[in-house]
């Protein structure tokens, strides 16, 4: 097999396989369009798989200091080496190309960053902001019953727009509280809905001028026009309430989900149950939830501990 059909193939196995996003599939193309194109330069001669298989680890690491002497993020560097790393393994596993020298690379080092939440406070504003007046009602009941699901049962946003009527409809007409959402990859996990959540479905269902004429499989949340609403109208409506209220640029819609773990933690919610609610596949992922309570501990301690407090 030649390279160019090796690699046509292992975007077929991203793509069923692993069921990775159209998104990232087009990322991880590109990181490893980036990694040949280095190494054709670099070998002097085009790149095929028996020169992969030869490859020692001072060429990854002269293409890994070439990422960085191109000023990238340590985070761009490191999706890269991911990227690269997992197109070996697929030609390994294949028989096509075999290499030991990628393993003693080590990934970039990456800096722990702390999930940004709002406050408690913070979260009530946004979530109790006036309705837009130039706008028809039910358009921002549509939008309370998002926001109100990413916070209060910490759904991705395309978790809760890849919702159907169908899913909706059942969930209203039984009374249940719990639902099934199918995650990253393709992973399934029950919900807890809040009491508000499942009102604010109902009126905006009820209230929304398409919503008789879906069908079963037919997103739930639409746009203004009656097609499956836009990402980008929710990360919109976040925006203006940010703006509106003076919250900082980090108020995203994902925020919404990193301050439901985060309040959940803080009331005495355990790890594993947090994950299990956020559908994360590692606990690590969770635990950096840990560092966010920490710190609101310590801003509390310093604030509050006589011995504390600056003289």
Not at 43 to 50: K, P, S, Y
Not at 127 to 147: F, G, H, S, T
Not at 188 to 197: E, F, G, K, N, S
């Amino acid at each position: 097999m030649k390279l160019a059909a090796a690699r046509e193939a292992w975007r077929d196995w991203l793509k069923s396989e692993r069921r990775l996003a159209e998104h990232t599939l087009v990322a991880y193309e590109h990181d490893v369009d980036g990694f040949l194109a280095f190494m054709t330069s670099y070998l002097g001669a085009a790149v095929t798989l028996d020169a992969l298989a030869k490859l020692k680890p001072a060429e990854f690491r002269a293409w890994l200091a070439e990422q960085a002497s191109r000023g990238l993020a340590r985070t761009s560097t490191a999706r890269a080496f991911s990227s690269v790393r997992s197109f070996f393994r697929f030609l390994d596993k294949r028989g096509l190309a075999r290499n030991g020298a990628i393993g003693a690379i080590q990934t970039p080092k990456l800096p722990r960053s702390i999930p940004k939440a709002l406050s408690e406070k913070d979260m009530g504003d946004l979530l109790d902001q006036e309705p837009d007046q130039e706008r028809a009602p039910w358009i921002d009941l549509r939008d309370q019953a998002v926001l109100v699901l990413l916070y209060g049962a910490g759904l991705r946003i395309s978790e809760a727009l890849g919702l159907s009527k169908a899913t909706v409809d059942g969930l209203l007409k039984t009374g249940q509280d719990t639902l099934a959402i199918t995650g990253k990859g393709n992973k399934q996990r029950l919900v807890l809905l809040l009491p508000q959540a499942i009102e604010a479905m109902k009126a905006y269902r009820d209230a929304c001028p398409f919503m008789a004429a879906l069908g079963p499989n037919d997103a739930f949340f639409l746009g203004a026009r009656g097609g499956p609403l836009d990402p980008a109208i929710v990360q919109k409506r976040v925006r203006n309430i940010r703006h509106a209220l003076g919250l900082p640029e980090s108020v995203t819609p994902h925020a919404l989900r990193h301050s439901f773990a985060t309040h959940l933690l803080g009331a005495g919610g355990d790890l594993r149950t947090i994950q299990e609610l956020l559908g994360h596949a590692s606990l690590s992922t969770t635990q950096r939830y840990t560092d966010v309570d920490a710190v609101r501990l310590t801003e509390v301690y310093r604030k509050a501990h006589p011995r504390a407090k600056a003289r």
